[in-house]
């Protein structure tokens, strides 16, 4: 706390006697960070990456703040990254969490039920579905898979009829050589749905043609009521609710 406080004395000083940030401000808004950051005070840190004034330095910042806040577990990172004033580091904290999630083992869920939440947490419904079809194109297990679709399906529910599809690659399902770019619209999912219910492997469950497949119509009361009991409770628990 000392430490702290020492450090935003020294930067209060520091910024009153000169109108440009120097390097020695830099070095102390940094320092007061880290101590913030080592300490677990989760909020001072993150609203500390603020007075850091070179634009690099702050990326940094943001960047080992995900990481320090991700090995305190699920439900600490959870609750702590939904309650955040993300302001000008959302992209940037987007971004960072969809490279981990990728790069995540492929058995690992955490980082996606994550960014689930973080979507959630802003309205991003999009981003959600995404987070969610990402899971569901991860598990092997039908019935599993089946509701993670199910709760993509719920996420594109949510907006605009003519918004309502996402973007994915082809890297994102393993075993390519060349990156390529397609579209999912809804009514793509709700066929891999009924792929769900009318086999018993998932080898082939995900199609890049999304063309071949099948449309299907489930029930809309039921993605509404989905879609109002995820976004009832606080997002920060929404972790307790999926597979």
């Given at each position: ?6 450090a ?15 390097n ?10 880290v101590t ?9 840190a993150?609203?500390?990456i ?16 995900l ?25 940037l904290?987007?971004?960072?969490l ?25 309205g ?5 579905a ?19 679709l ?5 996420c594109?529910?949510?907006?605009s009829q003519?918004f ?32 769900c ?40 628990r929404l ?5």
């Amino acid at each position: 706390k000392l430490i702290v406080q020492f450090a935003r004395s020294a930067q209060t000083q520091t910024q009153n006697q000169n109108t440009q940030p120097t390097n020695l401000t830099s070095v102390i808004a940094t320092m007061s960070f880290v101590t913030l950051l080592d300490d677990r005070r989760w909020l001072e840190a993150y609203t500390s990456i603020s007075r850091v004034p070179n634009a690099d330095t702050r990326r940094d910042c943001v960047k080992r703040f995900l990481s320090v806040l991700l090995e305190a577990g699920e439900r600490e990172a959870g609750g702590i990254l939904c309650s955040l004033p993300l302001c000008e580091h959302y992209s940037l904290i987007e971004e960072t969490l969809l490279m981990k999630a990728k790069m995540s083992h492929e058995k690992s869920h955490f980082l996606h039920k994550l960014l689930f939440c973080f979507y959630m947490n802003h309205g991003d419904y999009r981003g959600a579905a995404g987070a969610m079809y990402r899971l569901a194109s991860r598990t092997l297990d039908v019935q599993v898979k089946k509701r993670y679709l199910l709760l993509t399906v719920t996420c594109l529910e949510l907006i605009s009829q003519d918004f309502q599809w996402i973007a994915m690659t082809n890297d994102e399902q393993g075993g390519v050589e060349k990156r390529q770019l397609f579209m999912l619209s809804i009514d793509d999912i709700r066929s891999m749905m009924l792929s769900c219910e009318n086999t018993s492997s998932v080898k082939d469950l995900l199609p890049h043609n999304v063309e071949q497949a099948i449309n299907m119509v489930i029930d809309n009361d039921t993605a509404i009521q989905f879609a109002r009991y995820f976004v009832s409770h606080d997002d920060c628990r929404l972790l307790e609710y999926m597979p």
